[in-house]
């Protein structure tokens, strides 16, 4: 049975306690982390910019809000301290809990995310996508081979760090293919694949195919693809070139067969996404991308000032 994103976050805002008060600034966490402002805030949680006290560090604190999601909380700071030598994940520090809640700590990452960068910078050629997210695809390559898969990829949970490279946050909803242990249905709308929205749905890696595409969609649009749902009904998803982005047609028909409804129609491996997307669009090697750099001017790579003090 299919159940609407909307009426899944309302049931689930009733069965849950729900904390969203941010913590004021000066507060001092785990005897050590000082928050300094909200930089970011999701369904689940809070995220400060705090100090570290005892190695003057900035860091990144993200606090668990929704105080009967706390085990998973933990579960995800685990599996991202997994992750934490590859370049295109973010470097949690660690994670304690006090007498409410649990926390997690992370590296501070200058930028924006992926959404908030797109919606202030304009979308991005076809070919700046795949040469920005091949590290992510590679990355998630390496989780599939470990049978875990990451169900919310979004703008949301992506980063875009000054220099442009881009790093995986939110490893909330990461699952091993083979846990069968009850979890929340992970509904991002316009990022979900069908099989997520349904509760007898079969994920794997294909699932993490469809909501990268749809990310890349996103990216070289400027707009969330149409939901899952509503593609179910109708399927009207347009093209990224009749809304005006910068693709060659081999690599449309990539992106869009990455988003297939039918997860059987769908490309199945994320190194196969990959793969035909660089047939198209050749990554640089690391002398061409300095030498890029070189030439896009200092004011260009400008991280975005977007703490909100308390
Ligand atoms: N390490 C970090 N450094 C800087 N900003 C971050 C960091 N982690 C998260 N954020 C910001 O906080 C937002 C929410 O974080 P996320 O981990 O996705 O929380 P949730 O699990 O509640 O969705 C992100 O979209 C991003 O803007
Ligand atoms: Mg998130």
Redesign the pocket.
């Known amino acids: 049975m299919v159940i609407a994103p909307a009426i899944w976050y309302k049931i689930y805002n009733m069965v849950t306690e729900k904390t969203n008060k941010a913590k004021p600034a000066g507060t001092v966490l785990g005897g050590r982390y000082e928050l300094k402002g909200v930089?970011?805030?999701?369904?689940?949680?809070i995220?400060y910019?705090a100090t570290d006290l005892k190695s003057g560090e900035k860091v990144?604190v993200?606090e668990c809000t929704v105080l009967s999601e706390k085990e998973r909380f933990l579960r995800e700071a685990k599996m991202l301290a997994d992750y934490a030598g590859e370049s295109a994940i973010?470097r949690v520090i660690g994670y304690f809990e006090d007498e409410e809640t649990a926390y997690i700590v992370?590296?501070?990452?200058e930028?924006?995310?992926l959404?908030?960068c797109i919606e202030h910078s304009g979308r991005w050629t076809m070919e700046e996508a795949v040469q920005r997210m091949a590290p992510v695809m590679e990355t998630l390559g390496h989780m599939h081979s470990n049978n875990v898969i990451h169900r919310d990829i979004s703008p949301?949970?992506i980063?875009v760090l000054g220099d442009g490279s881009l790093k995986l946050?939110?490893f909330?909803a990461a699952k091993q293919y083979e846990d069968s242990t009850l979890s929340r249905l992970v509904v991002k709308a316009s990022y979900s694949p069908p099989e997520q929205m349904d509760a007898k749905g079969v994920f794997g890696s294909w699932s993490d195919v469809y909501s990268i595409c749809a990310a890349m969609y996103f990216c070289i649009t400027g707009k969330n693809p149409e939901d899952a749902i509503s593609r179910l009904m109708i399927d009207d998803l347009q093209k990224p070139s009749e809304l005006g982005a910068d693709i060659l047609p081999a690599a449309e028909k990539t992106l869009m067969r990455g988003m297939a409804l039918d997860s059987k129609e769908r490309i199945h491996d994320i190194a196969l996404l990959r793969k035909e997307l660089e047939k198209v669009y050749p990554i640089l090697s690391e002398e061409e991308k300095l030498e890029i750099k070189r030439k896009s001017s200092a004011e260009e790579q400008q991280p975005c000032p977007r703490l909100q003090r308390l």
Request: charged share 35%.
């Open positions: 930089v970011g805030r999701g369904g689940f949680s995220v910019e990144a993200k973010v992370m590296e501070f990452l930028g924006e995310n959404r908030e949301d949970n980063m946050l939110d909330g």
